[in-house]
């Protein structure tokens, strides 16, 4: 039911004293209908965590979402109005408006809605209670199916059955680790019944598309430690299914190695820990994520020197190299080689092709070049032009 809760959000709350925001309440309740704020904005705001999207649900339809918007001057977009979702400009920014719905039929991909006007159907077709908690225009806070109680104690739980959940949509097995390393506690462990649902339902992982499970094992490893969670989706089968030859026994250590040096969360070098085969093409990555993986996991166990490396493809992958390859020595890196790698990506050979000429011109001038940047590494990048324009032919 959508009795109000005795909680009220700050009214400092970015979302809830947005004026944009507020426009498109007034706007559907001018038409007698009822809107809240969903989703994580509200988990977010209720955990003091940074804002999340703000989306909002409402009792109106679609159509009658769009007609309340263009009587108040606002656009109204139909971005998913098959799906219920209309996008509600105010003051240049968007607003997604959802019709409450209820799922009539799903097949782990995608589901078949129909409108409703209870909040209660609305609740429930979301995933984990945490997620299904509402605020009315006031800041008031709705909370239908009692999820309260888990979010205070930051745990992720399936709404209602475990199983119904997932196959209605195979995503949230990753989603369920996603959610348990950025916002779950730690040392209350993963829910038993949620485990033991998505060890039984990891056929259905299959029916995924690359993208889908690309972008959300990107956000899980850019999680502050997704350590646990990891280990969980070995457990239960999820990790081998995902990325075949994978091995997570790195992705603690490499965690503790970047907290040690200062370094910030890098999904891409926790993933070239992680290894596999056909990473890339099983995640979709993009061209430039791709190239940068292929980068880390070829140079951590190349013969560069941790300053060439550097030097040839910056900072981010010198500082992942170097993590990379403490993890294969099971050596925290020392700190010093955090100035090794700065001083060599930003380094600059002091030679052009033009100052070998005329003695030089085409292969051999490129061989020779070689040749004196090889050596001007060598030395740390201090050989001077003068020292190297006077270097013997080798």
Same mark, same amino acid.
């Given at each position: 039911?959508?009795?109000?809760?005795?909680?009220?959000?700050?009214?400092?709350?970015?979302?809830?004293?947005?004026?944009?925001?507020?426009?498109?309440?007034?706007?559907?309740?001018?038409?007698?209908?009822?809107?809240?704020?969903?989703?994580?904005?509200?988990?977010?705001?209720?955990?003091?965590?940074?804002?999340?999207?703000?989306?909002?649900?409402?009792?109106?339809?679609?159509? &009658?979402?769009?007609?309340?918007?263009?009587?108040?001057?606002?656009?109204? =977009?139909?971005?998913?109005?098959?799906?219920?979702?209309?996008?509600?400009?105010?003051?240049?920014?968007?607003?997604?408006?959802? #019709?409450?719905?209820?799922?009539?039929? #799903?097949?782990?991909?995608?589901?078949?809605?129909?409108?409703?006007?209870?909040?209660?159907?609305?609740?429930? &077709?979301?995933?984990?209670?945490?997620?299904?908690?509402?605020?009315?225009?006031?800041?008031? =806070?709705?909370?239908?199916?009692?999820?309260?109680?888990?979010?205070?104690?930051?745990?992720?739980?399936?709404?209602?059955?475990?199983?119904?959940?997932?196959?209605?949509?195979?995503?949230?097995?990753?989603?369920?680790?996603?959610?348990?390393?950025?916002?779950?506690?730690?040392?209350?462990?993963?829910?038993?019944?949620?485990?033991?649902?998505?060890?039984?339902?990891?056929?259905?992982?299959?029916?995924?598309?690359?993208?889908?499970?690309?972008?959300?094992?990107?956000?899980?490893?850019?999680?502050?430690?997704?350590?646990?969670?990891?280990?969980?989706?070995?457990?239960?089968?999820?990790?081998?299914?995902?990325?075949?030859?994978?091995?997570?026994?790195?992705?603690?250590?490499?965690?503790?190695?970047?907290?040690?040096?200062? %370094?910030?969360?890098?999904?891409?070098?926790?993933?070239?820990? %992680?290894?596999?085969?056909?990473?890339?093409? &099983?995640?979709?990555?993009?061209?430039?994520?791709?190239?940068?993986?292929?980068?880390?996991?070829?140079?951590?166990?190349?013969?560069?020197?941790?300053?060439?490396?550097?030097?040839?493809?910056?900072?981010?992958?010198?500082?992942?190299?170097?993590?990379?390859?403490?993890?294969?020595?099971?050596?925290?890196?020392?700190?010093?080689?955090?100035?090794?790698?700065?001083?060599?990506?930003?380094?600059?050979?002091?030679?052009?092709?033009?100052?070998?000429?005329?003695?030089?011109?085409?292969?051999?001038?490129?061989?020779?070049?070689?040749?004196?940047?090889?050596?001007?590494?060598?030395?740390?990048?201090?050989? #001077? &032009?003068?020292?190297?324009?006077?270097?013997?032919?080798?």
């Amino acid at each position: 039911m959508d009795r109000p809760h005795d909680l009220t959000l700050p009214a400092s709350t970015s979302w809830l004293a947005d004026a944009d925001a507020q426009a498109v309440c007034d706007a559907v309740q001018a038409g007698g209908h009822r809107i809240y704020f969903v989703g994580g904005c509200v988990r977010n705001a209720l955990m003091g965590l940074p804002d999340s999207d703000v989306d909002m649900s409402t009792d109106a339809l679609p159509e &009658r979402v769009m007609a309340l918007a263009d009587r108040s001057g606002l656009k109204a =977009v139909p971005t998913g109005i098959a799906h219920g979702t209309v996008t509600v400009v105010s003051g240049g920014k968007g607003f997604e408006v959802t #019709t409450f719905r209820r799922d009539v039929e #799903t097949d782990g991909r995608r589901a078949v809605v129909a409108f409703s006007d209870s909040i209660d159907d609305d609740a429930r &077709r979301r995933d984990f209670t945490m997620n299904a908690l509402y605020a009315d225009p006031d800041g008031r =806070v709705i909370d239908p199916l009692e999820g309260l109680p888990d979010l205070r104690a930051r745990r992720v739980r399936f709404i209602e059955d475990a199983d119904a959940r997932i196959r209605e949509d195979y995503l949230r097995t990753l989603r369920y680790f996603r959610f348990c390393a950025w916002y779950a506690d730690p040392d209350q462990g993963f829910d038993p019944d949620a485990l033991a649902a998505i060890a039984a339902n990891t056929d259905g992982l299959e029916t995924l598309s690359a993208e889908r499970i690309g972008a959300e094992l990107q956000k899980l490893l850019a999680a502050p430690d997704p350590a646990p969670a990891v280990a969980a989706m070995r457990q239960t089968g999820v990790l081998p299914v995902i990325l075949p030859g994978s091995d997570d026994r790195w992705l603690g250590m490499l965690i503790h190695f970047e907290g040690a040096m200062g %370094l910030a969360p890098n999904w891409k070098v926790r993933l070239a820990g %992680l290894g596999g085969g056909n990473v890339a093409e &099983r995640l979709r990555l993009s061209k430039a994520d791709s190239n940068t993986l292929a980068i880390l996991r070829e140079a951590a166990f190349g013969g560069q020197t941790l300053a060439e490396v550097a030097y040839r493809h910056g900072v981010e992958i010198g500082q992942g190299v170097m993590l990379l390859r403490a993890c294969l020595a099971e050596t925290p890196p020392e700190a010093s080689m955090l100035e090794t790698i700065n001083l060599a990506a930003h380094a600059v050979f002091p030679l052009r092709g033009a100052d070998l000429m005329p003695a030089y011109s085409g292969p051999d001038l490129g061989q020779r070049l070689k040749q004196l940047e090889a050596r001007w590494i060598a030395s740390g990048f201090t050989a #001077t &032009r003068e020292n190297l324009l006077n270097t013997p032919d080798m």
